[in-house]
């Protein structure tokens, strides 16, 4: 049972251009998200994350915003840049449960064409 | 560089065989977790620690069992491999209870032949 779903496996983009990632969680008890980005042979980094008592989170060029109503959250770049190319990974977390074990989605591919 | 590194990077074994997998956190950080990400797959947590003691625990096989020592580094034990164990491991830590952005070190890719 996929919890965190990515749709886009991939999403190619014009450098300078906004780039839109979107992710879907069926949990509604989620309270905690992140994104995090990997390049190849690296682990993932930690981007921005969002608790769910607000519907927006502001780091630089990224964007992170939470629906609740919809189970929806998307990270906006921008402007996009060539070293964006990477996999990007939204997480999810219930801080209720007295753990803090991060629910993976599958990964959306971005390429950033310069 | 994130801090947290994990020994060895590359592993080829063969089926049935015992591997151990070697983290250590970022200094000062006393929670350690455990994922696997299979090919074309997202990361699924297996186990964390904290200071020492297990905290939770996700869809690990019985087959994997995992320690976090008392200078903090952890190993991921896995045995009776099988090829589907194939994946890349991963170790993240975080520093304390409560705090949910997760620093991952590099990971172990692991070959089951």
């Known amino acids: 049972d996929q919890q965190v779903k990515q749709n886009s496996p991939s999403l190619s983009v014009q450098e300078g251009r906004i780039s839109i990632l979107n992710c879907d969680y069926t949990?509604?008890?989620?309270?905690?998200f992140l994104w995090y980005k990997k390049y190849p042979a690296e682990g993932p980094t930690f981007l921005i994350s969002i608790s769910s008592i607000k519907d927006k989170n502001e780091d630089g060029r990224f964007t992170v915003f939470l629906n609740k109503s919809a189970k929806h959250l998307s990270l906006h770049i921008v402007p996009s840049q060539p070293g964006d190319s990477a996999v990007y990974f939204c997480a999810a977390s219930l801080s209720y449960f007295g753990n803090e074990k991060l629910t993976f989605g599958t990964g959306t591919r971005l390429t950033i064409i310069p | 560089d994130s801090g947290v590194t994990q020994t060895p990077k590359h592993l080829i074994t063969a089926t049935g065989q015992r591997v151990t997998l070697r983290c250590s956190p970022r200094s000062g950080d006393l929670s350690v977790y455990w994922y696997q990400q299979s090919l074309d797959q997202g990361l699924q947590f297996l186990i964390q620690?904290?200071?020492?003691?297990?905290?939770a625990k996700g869809n690990i096989l019985e087959r994997f069992s995992a320690q976090q020592f008392p200078d903090l580094h952890s190993e991921l034990n896995l045995s009776s491999l099988e090829l589907g164990d194939s994946a890349l491991y991963f170790c993240a830590s975080s520093p304390r209870v409560g705090t949910y952005e997760q620093y991952f070190g590099p990971g172990t890719r692991l070959t089951v032949t």
């Open positions: 949990n509604s008890m989620f309270d905690y």
């Open positions: 620690y904290y200071n020492g003691e297990e905290r």
